[in-house]
């Protein structure tokens, strides 16, 4: 019996021994960000996280800017289509503009690639410049952005993607 | 100004006064998840035991598995001190910015040029993005270039190969360019020599180098990453040798040749050298990789290309350093002028290793002992050893490779030259990155712990009206013009005299002066800075200076520093605008000498014969075409300083697509 219950005890935490590892790296990853928060939180939200490496969590971080990215080009189309005043029109286009043919076309797809094939410094480059299109695109609003929520999550999750890429040099 | 986010929660990095006082997060290890998996059933003893037995199974091959790059707290400080390079910083001394929040908030130095959100972004126009491209620095076409690989001299003709993205003007879909050139300064662009279409080089056609075999073979080695993203090394080689174009390669069906060895990781394992003979009749090649932080460089020897051999232990290692990218190895010389064949060795000769660090994205070099009876190489100062000491370039400058040039014994290096430019800049002009103008290598046998690089003689064939400045006094607070012109595109050379009495003068600092921290050409010493303006606009808004600065450091030794300022180099916001260089050896007697060649918006600086360089990227909105200017300044507070000057407007080089209606 007691050594039923021994066995027990070893399967019990060896199965928590494996849960803890993959935890662990996510969070010890994510203090070596801007925004152990954001970062933490990006990642958890994402299922890959849970057996990935370093590279592999940079590419879960990629991919949510990815995603914020569309849906600040969402906002923006839905914003043009309210007829807004036409300086307000012409900064959001080139805005599109840069979350377009920039961020989307470029970066992403380059620090994706750099990511899975191993040459981090070019992933460092991608993500460091789509928080420079996320900052440019608000700061060109001069302090008027309909979007600044949708920027400021891009350019956040950018600052972390490339603070854990940097792990990787 | 209401605030646009008054909900945020996390601290404002941009203030530096939260910066500094943000803590690292730090949450204990054992917290937050629940255990899970409390077994509920009756206990069967021996079911538990053929479960446990395989749940630790499986514990371990999870612990295995997850042995990816670690990340530890060491290496978190580490990575933290290596984000402060030590000669450069974004302070500009004219507008009163925040410190960049670089290293305290975890973020690389380099990346954020944008400051606090004030001004709006620099509308770029077609005009002032086309000016920006170069007269005579190499450049594919459009798109994206990075490292220079295989560079040679075969069948009457310089080859030159780089890493391409066919696609986009950012890095990506690599493939192997390829151009040739009778004198390394006019180039005609062949088709791709190599694209990413085998399964060992799907995922990218990187660098390598090329081997000249005395029976008159070329051998390619070159990594590739394949489709499961591992780093091997593949063999190509001419499909026709009696093609001196070499338009035509041909992937040694083998491929790879070279797999990652045990211990180090798919990815830490790339940039096969040019290989060197060794006394056992086998050939030898090394090949940079890392482990945990420590930079080291693997060799490998082999009689066909084809088997390759691990030589126990590397090469040489330097801990602290990371990734060593782009290694190369060569001898110089220490007392011929000429350059040595990669696989020459023995009295009079040492050898120069040199690394890319992946880490801050600088080359680094040291010149040391390759010794032939144990293999291993020595630096001669184990302090400015790789990736700790010199620099071949304190700017712009990275990937560089050499190669022996037979037809002319040189040993030459090309740097691979990026933007400093916003991203969306070079996506809107449609191009990124140049090649600087070759150099070539020689041991600087007056110090005896430097090299010098100096633009390949065939430069001057681009050299059209000159002009000469002998003489001129510059007192100190001026500003003089020099009536060139072109100054967009020049050759200069600038010799410097400080007045003697000044000199004598000189109170001793107590603070170390460093060209990265000053205030640039703005920060006025007794004895500097003084140098020329380089793409200044008439009102002097936009400027380049190119300086030295004289100063007696805290040990009463006369020290020089030779830098760069782009701070004012442009009124855009969305470049970088460092301020590079270093310290520059002056033998007594010496007078101070530059030597700059200026072409667009890539500016090459060349300090005591090649002693010190430094090459920047800049883009003048207003300093472009005919407005931009050249001035000589002296912005000491007592010294004159007397200047001899020669400048020559250079034509542009002819660099185009070859096709088969022109002569060779």
């Known amino acids: 019996m007691r050594s039923s219950v021994f066995l027990l005890c070893v399967v019990g935490l060896s199965l928590t021994q494996i849960q803890f590892s993959s935890a662990d790296l996510v969070k010890q990853t994510c203090r070596q960000t801007p925004n152990y928060d954001l970062c933490v939180q990006t990642l958890r939200s994402d299922p890959r996280s849970s057996h990935a490496d370093v590279a592999g969590l940079a590419m879960v971080m990629v991919d949510m800017i990815k995603a914020k990215s569309i849906a600040t080009l969402h906002r923006i189309s839905e914003l043009l289509g309210t007829a807004p005043h036409p300086k307000t029109k012409a900064t959001l286009r080139r805005c599109a503009e840069l979350y377009d043919n920039a961020v989307l076309k470029a970066d992403i797809p380059s620090a994706m690639e750099a990511l899975k094939t191993g040459n981090p410094k070019f992933a460092e480059q991608g993500a460091n410049d789509a928080a420079n299109e996320a900052d440019s695109c608000e700061r060109a609003f001069s302090g008027a952005s309909p979007i600044t929520s949708f920027n400021r999550s891009v350019s956040d999750l950018s600052r972390v993607a490339s603070a854990i890429i940097r792990l990787l040099l | ?664």
């Open chain 2, 1 to 664: 100004m209401a605030d646009p986010n008054p909900a945020r929660t996390f601290a404002d990095p941009e203030d530096p006064i939260i910066a500094a006082t943000v803590p690292d997060h730090y949450t204990p290890l054992l917290d937050g998840d629940p255990p899970a998996g409390e077994n509920s059933r009756r206990p069967l003893k021996g079911f538990l035991v053929i479960l446990s037995g395989l749940v630790l199974v499986g514990l371990l091959m999870a612990l295995i598995g997850e042995n990816g790059p670690s990340v530890s707290q060491d290496s978190q400080q580490n990575d933290l001190t290596l984000n402060a390079p030590a000669e450069s910083t974004n302070i500009s001394a004219q507008f009163l910015e925040p410190a960049s929040r670089g290293p305290s908030a975890g973020v690389s130095e380099k990346s954020f040029r944008l400051h606090s959100g004030v001004r709006a972004p620099f509308p770029w126009s077609n005009t002032m993005l086309t000016w920006q491209r170069t007269g005579y620095h190499f450049q594919p076409e459009k798109n994206w270039m990075n490292d220079p690989n295989g560079p040679m001299f075969y069948g009457g003709w310089y080859h030159f190969f780089y890493q391409y993205n066919p696609d986009a003007a950012v890095w990506g879909n690599i493939v192997w360019g390829h151009a040739v050139s009778k004198d390394l300064i006019e180039w005609l662009h062949l088709p791709l020599a190599m694209v990413a279409d085998q399964w060992y080089d799907t995922n990218g056609v990187w660098t390598g180098s090329a081997t000249l075999l005395s029976d008159g073979q070329v051998i390619m080695l070159y990594t590739g990453a394949t489709n499961e993203s591992v780093q091997v090394q593949n063999l190509a080689y001419p499909a026709d040798l009696s093609d001196p174009l070499l338009v035509d390669w041909v992937k040694y069906p083998g491929n790879p040749v070279l797999v990652p060895p045990p211990g180090i990781d798919d990815r830490d394992f790339r940039d096969p050298t040019t290989a060197w003979y060794w006394p056992d009749g086998k050939w030898r090649i090394a090949i940079g990789s890392k482990v945990n932080k420590t930079g080291i460089s693997l060799v490998y020897n082999t009689e066909d290309f084809k088997k390759y051999e691990l030589i126990e232990g590397v090469l040489h290692a330097v801990p602290g350093t990371g990734m060593w990218e782009c290694v190369d190895l060569y001898p110089v010389s220490l007392k011929e002028d000429n350059g040595l064949d990669t696989s020459f060795n023995g009295p009079g000769v040492k050898h120069v290793l040199k690394a890319s660090l992946d880490d801050d994205k600088n080359d680094y070099y040291a010149i040391g002992t390759y010794s032939l009876e144990s293999g291993n190489w020595t630096p001669d100062n184990s302090n400015l050893d790789v990736g700790i000491g010199l620099r071949y370039d304190y700017g712009k400058f990275y990937a560089s490779k050499t190669f022996y040039d037979q037809n002319k014994q040189r040993r030459i290096l090309w740097g691979w030259i990026g933007e400093t430019d916003g991203e969306s800049a070079d996506i809107k002009k449609g191009w990124a990155s140049v090649q600087s103008i070759p150099r070539t290598v020689v041991f600087d046998k007056k110090t005896g712990t430097n090299i010098l690089q100096w633009p390949v003689a065939e430069i001057k064939s681009l050299r059209k009206s000159s002009k000469k400045f002998d003489k001129l006094e510059v007192g100190p607070g001026s500003v003089v013009t020099l009536e060139v012109e072109k100054a967009t595109q020049m050759d200069i050379t600038a010799e410097f005299e400080i007045d003697k009495e000044a000199l004598k003068r000189i109170g001793e600092s107590d603070v170390e002066y460093s060209c990265g921290t000053s205030g640039g050409s703005a920060q006025r010493g007794e004895l500097g800075p003084f140098g020329l303006l380089l793409l200044a606009d008439e009102g002097r808004c936009e400027q380049t200076p190119v300086y030295f600065y004289v100063a007696k450091g805290t040990d009463g030794q006369l020290k020089t520093f030779f830098c760069t300022d782009e701070s004012r180099s442009s009124l855009a916001n969305d470049v970088d605008k460092r301020i590079f260089g270093s310290t520059v050896p002056v033998i007594k007697g010496e007078k101070l000498s530059m030597r700059i060649l200026v072409d667009h918006s890539i500016i090459e600086s060349f300090a005591q014969g090649g002693r010190t360089c430094i090459t920047s990227r800049v883009y003048p909105t207003k300093a472009i075409y005919g407005a931009a200017q050249l001035y000589v300044f002296n912005n000491a507070t007592s010294a004159s300083i007397t200047a001899s000057i020669q400048t020559w407007a250079m034509k542009s080089a002819y660099i185009r697509p070859y096709s088969s209606h022109q002569e060779s």
